[in-house]
C-alpha cells in the first residue's frame, strides 16, 4: 500500500500558508513526520485523514482519491488526533463498543473489542470510568479505537505528549507490531522517537518539507555540521554570541 501526496497547500483565511506544495510518499510501514510546535504536521495530518480541505494538490492512497472519496477513507482510517475526549462516567469497554457500532461493525462486535482492550493492555480496567484513567491509560484508549475496522492507514499526532518514560514505550511497542502490516504515519517532535521506530521520515517546518528519507541518511546530511559542547554558564552569553545555538539543556548543573 502507498500514500501520494502531491503539490499539496492550505492557505488559512487570515493568509497564513500553512502548508506549501508539499510532496510526500509513504509506504506500508512507520513513518515520521517530525517538525517543532507549529510546523503545520496538524494540518497535513487532519488533511489526510478527511478533516479538513486542501486549496490544492492530490492525495492518494493506492485507487482512492483521499480528498474526494472521503467516506471511502474513513472506512479503512484509523485516526488518534493530538488531543480527543471522551465520556467520562462511561466505562472503558461500553465506550469502545458504541464506537465500534459507530464505526458499522456487528458481526463479531464483542470479539473484536475484547480483543483489542486485551492488545492494548486495558483489559483488566475496562470496567472502569474513562475519567479515571491516566494519560497513558487513555492513550492506549485511542488506539484501540484507532484500530477498530481493520485500517490500512493509521495517523497518530504527538501521542505521547505527558506519558511518563514506561507508558512511552509500551505505546510505540505496539504502534511498531501494527506497523508490520500497515502505513503508521506519526508526527512528532522527539527526535529520538522517529529515529528508534521510523524507517522513513521527513521534516516539515512552516509548512515546507525540509527534508525526505531514512533517519541515517538525515543524521550524515548533518555530519561535521553540528557540535554538542559543554559550558559554564557565564560563558553561554559569549557562546550563543559567537555560534548559532540550536538548543540548550542542563547535564549535572551545566549547560
Not at 461493525?105 to 484513567?133: C, M, P, Q, Y
Amino acid at each position: 500500500m502507498e500514500l501520494k501526496i502531491t503539490a499539496l497547500s492550505k492557505t488559512y483565511s487570515n493568509g497564513v500558508k500553512a502548508l506549501q506544495d508539499v510532496n510526500l510518499t509513504i509506504s506500508t510501514g512507520m513513518y515520521g513526520l517530525l517538525g517543532p510546535n507549529g510546523a503545520a504536521k496538524s494540518t497535513l495530518m487532519r488533511t489526510i485523514a478527511t478533516l479538513q480541505e486542501a486549496d490544492s494538490g492530490s492525495v492518494r492512497l493506492d485507487e482512492l482519491d483521499v480528498l474526494k472519496q472521503k467516506l471511502e477513507v474513513r472506512k479503512i482510517l484509523g485516526y488518534l488526533p493530538q488531543e480527543f475526549g471522551v465520556y467520562p462516567k462511561v466505562s472503558a469497554y461500553d465506550m469502545l463498543d458504541h464506537i465500534a457500532i459507530l464505526k458499522g461493525i456487528s458481526t463479531e462486535r464483542k470479539i473484536i473489542v475484547e480483543d483489542l482492550l486485551k492488545r492494548v493492555n486495558l483489559w483488566d480496567v475496562r470496567k472502569k470510568a474513562l475519567g479515571g484513567f491516566s494519560g497513558g491509560m487513555k492513550q492506549r484508549f485511542g488506539i484501540a479505537q484507532a484500530l477498530l475496522g481493520d485500517p490500512k492507514l493509521i495517523i497518530v499526532d504527538e501521542p505521547t505528549a505527558g506519558l511518563d518514560p514506561g507508558e512511552r514505550n509500551r505505546f510505540y511497542n505496539l504502534l511498531s507490531e501494527i506497523g508490520e502490516q500497515v502505513i503508521v504515519i506519526l508526527s512528532t517532535h522527539i527526535v529520538d522517537d522517529v529515529k528508534e521506530l521510523c524507517s522513513q521520515m521527513a521534516i516539515i517546518d512552516k509548512g515546507c518539507v525540509l527534508f525526505e528519507g531514512s533517519p541515517s541518511d538525515a543524521l550524515t546530511s548533518i555530519d561535521g555540521k553540528i557540535w554538542r559542547q559543554p559550558v559554564s554558564k557565564q560563558d553561554l552569553p559569549e557562546f550563543t554570541a559567537k555560534y548559532p545555538v540550536i538548543s540548550t539543556r542542563m547535564v549535572a548543573g551545566k549547560p
